[in-house]
């Protein structure tokens, strides 16, 4: 590993140890840190060349010995904040110490107390300032100090009118450390309060994108249920015209079938045949009526609805749905159930598309269940309609919900989704349970409307057995 390695390896470490500061005193610590490192090279550099352009040195050899010791403490503090932390940071005092006998013996070899390098006491106070609480700053002025009097003491300067020097000196000094503690407590205040303010902004950052993410999901979701009604009301409007243009060409023919069915003439083949066309006629009027009830606009008024209704007028539909030949539907909902109060196109629509997925999952012979029951703890009504299918797989089961997943390869995908947000709107819940090769089952929990007598409920005519009609195994329980 080469020398490029290694500066990239301890960049990436800094990069690290940085991402994981969230202190605010470790990040003060990092960005004091970047200002001492400076310092104390500028220092390095400064004394190098005073060493080489000065004269009258007391020992050349060992000051510039003394600089590369400074140069070495340098490199350690300069690698410590690359790797985001602070040399010695639980040893400040000790530090100072070593600070203050390196600056001392660098004077003493230099020219004693006229040395340039006793500025480098400023220099050390300046940065425990930067770094570390006032207390350790007066400390570190208190042992500046005694090195400063042992230094004139060991170079013989020591009597009273040769003192005012040293006293004006510790005096600075004194000043330099107020000066410094007081302006670093000041900007780490200001950097504390400016922390606080970028996490706060960070949080309602963060709160606003998570409020456009949900505001974004709502409106899609939205848009998915719109999407859904908008076919649902273009199929009614469909279904109304077919009923329309099959209407009046029927109704001309009924016209005309009641006028032969008059004739005074007829032999028994003629009228038997005659008969046996107005039933089918009769028939097909029953199917264009259920398909113009069905078709009306959809309401959006709420009322009180009787469960047992809806699931009346959904198997008058599905009688007619090409896959329901060759399947058994039995309910089981009573007629004195307790009504729900919703809107009634909107319980249509979900018993309808689950009667639907129903007979898409299972095969020729299947059976289907529709039962409702009352449950007086909690006050609601459970509605289960359950399938003897194929089942869902586990993989899909999570997605069951998800607007436009689907595994018809015609299937919109909205359908289920759809009927979650009307049980929602309800105020119920939807669940199913299923096993793949087994069925599923899905169960609805409607919260009941307060009570009100409940009139007789009256069976559609369609729904009534007919003798000419062919068998399609659509079984209906003898309480519907």
Known sequence: MNFADWRNLIRQALEQARARSTDPSDRWDLAAGRIIVRMRWLGILMGILLVETR???????AVRAFLALGAGFASLDTAWYFLGEVFLKRLPLAVSALEALFIGLLCYHDTGLES??????LMSLICVAIRYSPRVAWATWAIDSLSLVSLAVAVGRVHPEQNTGIVMTIVMLAWATWASSALAGWLKQASGELQRLNDRLRQASEELEARVAERSEALRLAQARVIHQEKMAAFGLLSAGIAHEIGNPMAAI????????????????EAEKLALIDSQLQRISRTVRELVHFSRPASDVVDHVALHEIVVEVLGI??????????????????DLPRIRAVRDHLNQIVLNLVFNAIDATADGG????????????????????DDGRGIRLVDQCRMFQPYFTTKPSGTGLGLYVCRQIMTDLGGRMHFETEEGRGTSFRLHFPVAPVRPLGRVLHPPEMQADDNEPTQRVEVAADV
């Open 318 to 335: 599905l009688k007619y749905y090409h896959r329901t030949s060759g399947r058994t539907i039995t309910t089981d909902v009573p007629a």
């Open 116 to 121: 340039p390098f006793r500025w480098y006491y």
């Open 254 to 269: 009924s016209s005309l079938l009641q006028i032969l069915r008059r004739r005074k003439d007829q032999a028994p083949y």
């Open 55 to 61: 004269d009258g040195l007391a020992n050349p050899s």
């Open 367 to 386: 059976k289907i269940r529709i039962q409702g029951r009352y449950h007086q703890d909690p006050n609601e009504i459970e509605l289960t309609i359950a």
